[in-house]
C-alpha cells in the first residue's frame, strides 16, 4: 500500500537556524513527490516536483531532494515567514493520478 | 491567471441537511480533483474528473456523497444528508496535463461544519 510519513510532526527553530524536514514513501513506481506549503486557513501551495532519486529543486531559501525512499527539504537561513505548514506527496506510477499525502510539518520560526 | 476558486469558503449546517460545495478550476485545465481533510488527518482523495468524466472516484466516502461536472468546467460537490463525521475542509484541485509528474494546483478551501 502505497504511504507517507513526514517527520518531525513539529519544528521550531531560531531566524537563521537551518534544518530539514524528511518525507519517507513507499509506492509501487513513483511518478512524481510533491512539495506544498500550507498556511493557516489557505490551500496547499505548490512547491516543487521531483520525479527521480538524485533530483534536487531550490527556491530561495528552500531545497528539496530525492532518494529512491525519502525526500528532504532543507530550509536554509529561515525567517519567521517560512513559518507553515510542509506537506509532501506522492502519486504512484502503478495506480491513478491521485496524491497521497503526508500529515505534514509544522513549522515555526522565531525572530 | 486567477487560481483554483472555491465557494463557500465557510459553511455550518445541521446534521441531516444538504450542502453543495463549488470549485472553478484553472481556465484550460482538463482535470479537477476533490480532496477533503478531516480534523486531526492528512488530506485525503476524493475524485478525479479528466472533463465531465468521473476518472477515479475511489475514494469517494460513500452515496452520500455527488459530484458533477457538467459540461467540464466547474464543478459540485453535494453532500446529502451531511452527518458530523463530514466535517473538515474540502480542497479543489486541477491539473493542465497527466503527464509525468501530474502537478496539481490547490485551491484555498471550503470549511464544512456540521453540528
Known amino acids: 500500500e502505497d504511504q507517507v510519513t513526514q517527520s518531525p510532526e513539529a519544528l521550531r527553530l531560531q531566524e537563521g537556524e537551518s534544518s530539514s524536514l524528511n518525507c519517507s514513501y513507499t509506492?509501487?513506481?513513483?511518478?512524481?513527490l510533491f512539495w506544498y506549503r500550507q498556511d493557516p486557513g489557505k490551500g496547499p501551495e505548490f512547491l516543487f516536483t521531483?520525479?527521480?532519486a538524485g533530483e534536487e529543486k531550490e527556491k530561495e531559501r528552500l531545497k528539496a531532494t530525492l532518494t529512491k525512499k525519502e525526500s528532504f527539504l532543507h530550509i536554509t537561513a529561515p525567517k519567521p515567514e517560512d513559518s507553515a505548514t510542509y506537506l509532501c506527496a506522492v502519486n504512484s506510477a502503478s495506480g491513478t493520478y491521485k496524491y497521497i499525502f503526508g500529515t505534514g510539518t509544522r513549522l515555526k520560526v522565531l525572530a | 491567471e486567477a487560481g483554483v476558486t472555491q465557494f463557500p469558503s465557510h459553511s455550518v449546517i445541521e446534521k441531516g441537511q444538504t450542502v453543495t460545495l463549488r470549485c472553478d478550476p484553472i481556465?484550460?485545465?482538463?482535470?479537477l480533483y476533490w480532496y477533503r481533510r478531516v480534523m486531526g488527518k492528512e488530506i485525503k482523495f476524493l475524485l478525479h474528473?479528466?472533463?465531465?468524466?468521473?476518472?477515479?472516484e475511489s475514494g469517494m466516502p460513500n452515496n452520500r456523497f455527488l459530484a458533477e461536472r457538467t459540461g467540464g468546467t466547474y464543478s459540485t460537490l453535494k453532500v446529502q444528508p451531511a452527518e458530523l463525521e463530514d466535517s473538515g475542509v474540502y480542497f479543489c484541485?486541477?491539473?493542465?496535463?497527466?503527464?509525468?509528474?501530474?502537478?496539481?494546483?490547490f485551491g484555498e478551501g471550503s470549511w464544512l461544519t456540521v453540528v
Open positions: 481556465s484550460g485545465h482538463d482535470n
Open positions: 474528473f479528466v472533463k465531465e468524466s468521473k476518472q477515479d
Open positions: 484541485a486541477s491539473s493542465q496535463h497527466l503527464s509525468s509528474g501530474n502537478t496539481i494546483y
Open positions: 521531483l520525479y527521480s
Open positions: 509506492v509501487s513506481g513513483l511518478r512524481g
